[in-house]
């Protein structure tokens, strides 16, 4: 007989794809890691199992240890959400999830499939008002971030039950992506000449690109920033607009104690990735997700869509037989209802 005990033993493992149609322009290969296929539907599956395990050994910030029948707590926008619930679901830990207003658009596809795990949501609270007149629109993003921070960090601290796993700034989280490298290495017979994906905490982008370099590869590197986001340039010190925005958000927030930490996308910057960092447009990401859908049978999202625009770019400038990884991150279904998802050509 072959089976698994539980549903933790499904994560990884997922097929790599080279991309025939898509791709049939440019001469070096595509391939893309369809981690869509984990259990949750995303690569987050990875992270959240990392992080958690590292609670259970007590391997956190603050050295506090998930104990059974404790609660694992986080702030997420989108899949570390439903990927945390479901490991916890699978482990018997309750969750406490806090999210962002991006998770509570549309029809609320992603908050649907988080809830299915049962674990408790509540909504990130903005700081006072006099804070949030001193904030721009692309300041209040990470005002959003740093509030769902700080409701985790009082969590914790009144509860002796709770370990909040703050997957910005959990070196599991980076640990964790690095079997993805370890299973891309192995796919690829360690040739690959080019890997990126889009960059939001980091952990799958820096966590890939060290395993291949522990294997001795060292391949030309591409951030993505979907939504053409500006804020994740890297200026010429090496971090980001968007850090330096945390800093004066933790100021008027009263949050300097948070200020020496350092995240794992800070870590990234600081070790020289990316490369390259590709802002790719809304309807260019959606475009290419609905080829990917309907060219290659990959039902993914926009971020996946964003990978592979990129990654065509990148493909453009090299050589025939190079190998360009990218990554398919979720399944479409949960932002079906959202802009610009909610958009077919048919």
Known sequence: MEYINSMLEAIGNTPILKLNKVAKNVDANIFVKLEY??????????????MVEAAERGDTWNGKKLKPGGIVCDASAGN??????????????KTRLCTYK????????????TGAYGPDVSQCQLPNEEVLKQLNEKELGQAYILAGKLQMYEMEKKNP???WVDQIYNPANTKGQMEMGREIYRQLDGKID?????????????GVALALKEAGVKPYTFGVSPGGDKTADISESGTSDKFVMRHKICKLMGLEKWLTEESIAE??????????????????????ANRLCREEGIYCGMSSGANVFAALKVAEGMEPDKNVVTVIVDRRDRYLGEYPNDIYVV
């Not at 619930?85 to 699978?90: E, G, H, K, L, Y």
């Open 102 to 113: 991006t998770m509570l658009v549309g029809d609320s596809s992603r908050l649907k499939i």
């Open 161 to 163: 039950d709770v370990v």
């Open 194 to 206: 080019a890997w990126g994906c889009s960059v939001g905490s980091g952990g799958t982008f820096l």
């Open 267 to 288: 870590t990234m910057y600081r070790m020289g990735y990316p490369d390259e960092l590709h802002q790719v447009s809304n309807i260019d990401a959606r475009n290419m």
């Open 37 to 50: 296929l984990n259990p949750s539907g995303s690569y987050k599956d990875r992270m959240a199992l990392a």
């Open 80 to 93: 570390t959400a439903p990927a945390l619930a479901f490991v916890c679901a699978a482990k018997g830990y």
